[in-house]
């Protein structure tokens, strides 16, 4: 049992940018021609899982004329119960011992999900079962998926759910129908942002700072991004005038999560791209040269940095960014 599955209060939840996702996947249903395994890419790094209850609810509801599940059926009855028999979220467990999130999905979770997709389900209803974050899964956790994809059992939907589905190993993706979501159009994102209470301004501000996704926006809003920017403003200056060093400012932004902390940097590098594109300097060649090199370095730290927890490997490519950063904006003066 996961957190999510304990939790007596699910609440499910639908974006409106979503809605017509789902509305494919419920008219694949009623033509029964859903797709044994879907991989679905989710952008950003939000939680989805509210989401993902969500999906399968309306893929399981009963009153397929509705466009959100009924919340009055059966299916959907047990489903907010949490007591529906044919759906399993496969997620990260709470480790008893370390009392902590594990990293991994575990080799067992998956034998025990294989096991329950064909021995003991029933026949009639539909079964879904969804793996999120499906990237999460070990190397021998996926592997052990792989007959199950390969022999799918009647009636069962597989949904691998993933922010990061470059990182699913390609025999797993290669048997999967692959479904992206998408973040809004802007205007649609203002719009659903003002709706959720915030002011024209502040929507637009934080929907910049999170590169167009709606939730992370939200959620930079809550955390107080502004001041940690102001911050991380403040630090990179000392930085840049040796008044403090790489190590120390590594310290500094390490306190910060670690997706902060990428968006922090990828913030800063971006911004010297802007400000080397828009300059008039008498070297216009330079310039250009300088603004190439941090939109590289932007590409590159963004690899570099995608490691998940604050440990030295992170603080080693941490330095190894700011470094090159410093050492472009210093070739420019
Ligand atoms: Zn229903």
């Excluded at 049992?1 to 304990?6: A, D, L, S, V």
Aim: contains cysteine.
């Amino acid at each position: 049992m996961n957190e999510k599955q304990e939790s007596s209060t699910i609440k499910p939840a639908c974006l409106p940018w979503y809605k017509p996702f789902l509305a494919q996947l419920r008219g694949l249903k009623q033509q029964q021609r859903l797709p044994h395994a879907i991989l679905l890419s989710i952008p950003g790094e939000q939680s989805h899982t509210d989401f993902l209850w969500y999906l399968s609810m309306v893929l399981l509801c009963e009153n397929s004329q509705h466009e959100a599940p009924c919340g009055e059926c059966s299916s959907c009855q047990l489903m907010v119960a949490n007591t529906y028999p044919d759906f399993k979220l496969v997620s990260l467990e709470h480790d008893d011992k370390t009392k902590k999130i594990n990293k991994n999905i575990k080799i067992e979770q998956v034998r025990n999900l294989i096991h329950e997709v064909y021995l003991t389900r029933s026949y009639d209803n539909l079964k879904i079962v969804v793996i999120y974050p499906a990237d999460k899964m070990s190397i021998a956790g996926a592997n052990s998926l792989l007959k199950t994809l390969e022999e799918p059992a009647a009636q069962v939907v597989i949904i691998l759910a993933t922010h990061h589905s470059g990182k699913i190993p390609v025999t797993i993706r290669s048997r999967c129908q692959q479904w992206n979501l998408d973040n809004p159009e802007r205007t649609e994102a203002l719009a659903w942002l003002q709706q959720q209470g915030m002011n024209d301004d502040a929507a637009i501000q934080y929907l910049e700072f999170a590169d167009g996704d709606p939730l992370a926006a939200i959620n930079l809003k809550e955390i107080g991004f502004i001041d940690m920017l102001g911050e991380f403003k403040q630090h990179f200056t000392q930085y840049l005038k040796k008044q403090i060093d790489v190590t120390k400012l590594c310290q500094l932004l390490t306190t910060n999560d670690v997706s902060l902390t990428r968006r922090l940097i990828s913030m800063v590098i971006k911004a010297y791209c802007f400000q080397f594109c828009g300059l008039q300097g008498q070297q216009p060649m330079l310039r250009k040269k300088s603004a190439q090199a941090m939109m590289d370095l932007l590409k590159r730290s963004e690899q570099q940095l995608m490691i998940e927890d604050n440990n030295l490997d992170l603080q080693l490519q941490l330095e190894d960014v700011l470094i090159s950063v410093k050492q472009i904006i210093t070739s420019n003066h």
